[in-house]
């Protein structure tokens, strides 16, 4: 099995070599990843200015430029032959609820889903670092039963979320649907030192709601959240409600 390994924190990050050391015990791995930070960049692509990539020492791709830029560059220039899989994370940080319409690392899974290539994103709730590197038997393990299947679902993208426990405390696996985030006080106003107010994105209290079957009480109950993902955001729901407007101009 081919696989191409990415994530939004740039190629430094514990999360990309524990994620790369446990898919290679399924395949082969090559890294295409960002040189810097790239959280919270969610799907977007760099079309105003030359992208480039070098190479590491070991074998990795990096590229000044998105996930999603990674996914697109390593498919279309980089790798000789087209993964069988594309894995994004391990990201230093939860990808919950409304988090997967801003997180990087979701969406370079989304690119390669529309890509037609099996993704899954995977995300590490607690705090990142010397917690995150105990975690490779459990990805692996992950990423075993995900990927074993014989047909992976079309237009579908898996979004793991690991729990802030020790691996060997995980209580298990759970399918789920996406919850709701809330963020209070998350806007920090202050001045510069010449005086002028400048606003600050970020922080703040987070307070998560969700059925027993959200990603997010999977996670508080110390499980391994597993959500599939479709990418047609179209609510079906109301389309015949909709209809019944008869909207004309
Ligand atoms: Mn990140």
């Known amino acids: 099995m081919k696989i191409l390994c990415t994530n939004d924190d740039g190629y430094l990050a514990t999360g990309l070599s524990v994620l790369s050391?446990?898919?290679s015990e399924l395949g082969s791995v090559t890294v295409v990843a960002p040189d810097r930070e790239q959280?919270?960049?969610s799907h977007a692509l760099t079309l105003h200015h030359p992208l480039r990539a070098r190479r590491t020492p070991d074998g990795a791709f990096v590229v000044d430029g998105t996930p999603t830029d990674c996914v697109i560059l390593a498919l279309n220039e980089l790798l000789p032959e087209r993964p069988d899989v594309v894995l994004s994370?391990?990201?230093?940080?939860?990808?919950?609820?409304?988090?997967?319409?801003y997180s990087g690392t979701v969406a370079a899974a989304m690119e390669a889903t529309v890509l037609g290539i099996p993704?899954?994103?995977?995300?590490y709730v607690g705090s990142a670092g010397e917690e995150l590197e105990g975690w490779e038997p459990v990805v692996r393990r992950v990423l075993e039963s995900l990927l074993g299947r014989?047909?992976?679902p079309a237009d579908t993208l898996f979004n793991v979320n690991l729990?802030?426990?020790?691996?060997?405390?995980?209580?298990?696996?759970?399918?789920?649907k996406l919850g709701r985030r809330r963020y209070a006080d998350s806007i920090t106003r202050a001045h510069d030192p010449s005086g002028r107010e400048y606003y600050w994105i970020g922080g703040g209290d987070v307070t998560w709601r969700g059925p027993a079957d959200s990603d997010f009480q999977a996670i508080r109950e110390g499980f391994v959240s597993v959500t599939p993902l479709h990418l047609d955001l179209t609510n079906y729901q109301l389309l015949e409600e909709i209809r019944a407007w008869n909207l004309a101009l």
């Not at 729990?163 to 789920?176: F, L, S």
């Open 21 to 23: 050391r446990a898919a």
């Open 39 to 41: 959280s919270a960049t």
């Open 89 to 101: 994370g391990v990201n230093h940080g939860p990808n919950m609820g409304e988090d997967v319409l």
């Open 119 to 123: 993704a899954v994103a995977l995300s």
């Open 150 to 152: 014989d047909r992976f």
């Open 163 to 176: 729990p802030a426990v020790a691996p060997d405390e995980v209580r298990g696996m759970r399918v789920t």
